[in-house]
T-cell receptor
């Protein structure tokens, strides 16, 4: 079974600085999908960034980027120029390969609570 | 309403009560999900409905009973719950198909359930 590990329960960063949240996962598959979700205090979970395992290029979305190390099964999230609105729980998630019909399942990590220090 | 909505947002119930959680998605998706979110634990997938058919029941106790009357609505019927069932229950939806691997799941705001 796939597992996702986020080893940092809490992180804090000074406003405008850069922070990296770590995520590792375990799978025997070669093709899969990885996601970072953000859950602000209002609770609605939203997608931050996603990555296809067969793409070597790291995904980027504005101030958010990932460092995808397939061999190491590592998928860290870097937030540049941190803003107060970035304060939230961040969840890393894994999805099985799409070739299997009915494999809609996302496997989540336990989350990292990010605090932004003004 | 847009996105995924859930009602009620907060629910307090006794162990002998029967209640239902409602989820509605306005995104035209064909798959819907129930997750349980407890403190310091990963989100737990409870049920998946794809094209209104239940494709996953993740060993959930029978006191939780899902219902998906159509692709836009999902219910979670609750009966004789235990205090350890207190949690945030999240609904999500997505568009599934052969090329859907990268498609994200869209989440609702959740229902905070407290079982006394």
């Amino acid at each position: 079974a796939q597992t996702v590990t986020q080893s940092q329960p809490e992180m804090s960063v000074q406003e405008a600085e850069t922070v990296t949240l770590s995520c590792t996962y375990d799978t025997s598959e070669s093709d899969y999908y990885l996601f970072w979700y953000k859950q602000p205090p209002s609770r609605q979970m939203i997608l931050v960034i996603r990555q296809e395992a067969y793409k070597q290029q790291n995904a980027t979305e504005n101030r958010f980027s990932v460092n995808f190390q397939k061999a190491a099964k590592s998928f860290s999230l870097k937030i540049s120029d941190s803003q107060l609105g970035d304060a939230a729980m961040y969840f890393c998630a894994y999805r099985q390969p799409r070739r299997i019909f009915g494999n809609e399942k996302l496997t989540f990590g336990t989350g990292t609570r990010l605090t932004i220090i003004p | 309403e847009t996105g995924v909505t859930q009602t009620p947002r907060h629910l307090v119930m006794g162990m002998t009560n029967k209640k239902s959680l409602k989820c509605e998605q306005h995104l035209g998706h064909n798959a819907m999900y129930w997750y349980k979110q407890s403190a310091k634990k990963p989100l737990e997938l409870m049920f998946v409905y794809n094209f209104k058919e239940q494709t996953e029941n993740n060993s959930v106790p029978s006191r939780f009973s899902p219902e998906c009357p159509n692709s836009s609505h999902l219910f979670l019927h609750l009966h004789t719950l235990q205090p350890e069932d207190s949690a945030l229950y999240l609904c999500a939806s997505s568009q599934e198909g052969e090329l859907a691997g990268l498609n994200e799941q869209f989440f609702g705001p959740g229902t905070r359930l407290t079982v006394l």
